[in-house]
């Protein structure tokens, strides 16, 4: 991960603006592990602001499908909301009821993978060698998610981007940071998951906020796309 309908809208590859790409579209998710429910709104606002529209709560963070429910309705219009450490069809399930759409993986589960799609939801599910990747892609993904992306390097990615379909978006997720945008991106990242780099648990959303204002710039700078508003743009998730 159109602009308009981010929660509805489950199968672009890359941000559309009026007339075609908007070349501001930023492939960023936020990753919270270990948000709790009512650190949920100003944070997630806050993240908003800055200029991030894709949100994972990992399911291993206090009470996750109630803070998800929370950013759902607090932000479904504007945001895509969805979960991280997701290993359970049944998880699946329940996110869909809540009306999340984004389904984050640490590995490569068909199951999960299937399930995500069959409630029309956004998949990343996790690989590391081509193998996974290319199971990934038969199941259904819609991108994938590079983990732990730190010890393949921006050079296992080259090589990896080498065989993979150039509409299938990849994110560098697991110690990447705002240094090393530009060089994931020559690789053929599409974007990249953001973990402590952007939020630890005890956070005031004013610091996240500053965080995450930093790393759009970042960011926006290494594409060499020209700022124009923090709040402008809308990540393309895939799916």
């Known amino acids: 991960m159109t602009r308009p309908e981010p ?3 489950h199968d672009t590859a890359t941000p559309k603006g009026p007339t075609g790409p908007d070349p501001r579209g930023r492939a960023l998710v936020a990753i919270l592990r270990g948000l709790t429910p009512d650190e949920a709104e100003p944070v997630g606002a806050a993240l908003l602001e800055a200029g991030i529209d894709t949100i994972e709560v ?11 429910a929370r950013l759902v309705r607090a932000f479904s219009g504007r945001a895509r909301i969805g979960a991280g450490t997701v290993l359970d069809p049944e ?23 299937r399930a995500a799609r069959l409630h029309d939801m956004a998949c990343l599910p996790g690989v590391f060698t081509a193998t996974e990747c290319f199971a990934a892609i038969r199941a259904g993904a819609t991108g994938l998610k590079l ?11 080259g090589a990896l981007s080498a065989v993979l379909p150039p509409e299938m978006p990849v994110y560098a997720v697991g110690g990447v940071g705002p240094d090393d945008f530009a060089d994931w991106l020559a690789a053929g990242a599409a974007g990249f998951g953001l973990g402590t780099a952007l939020y630890r648990p005890g956070m005031t959303a004013a610091e996240v906020g500053a965080r995450a204002a ?18 402008q743009g809308r990540a393309p998730t895939p799916g």
């Open 147 to 157: 983990f732990p992306a730190a010890l393949c390097g921006p050079a296992g990615l």
């Open 58 to 68: 990992p399911l291993n963070s206090p009470r996750p499908f109630d803070s998800i």
């Open 7 to 9: 929660q509805t809208d």
């Open 214 to 231: 930093r790393i759009v710039a970042a960011f926006d700078a290494a594409r060499g796309v020209e700022p124009a508003g923090a709040t």
């Open 91 to 113: 998880d699946v399930r329940r996110l869909a009821d809540i009306g999340a759409r984004l389904v984050v993986a640490p590995d490569c589960n068909p199951v999960v993978i």
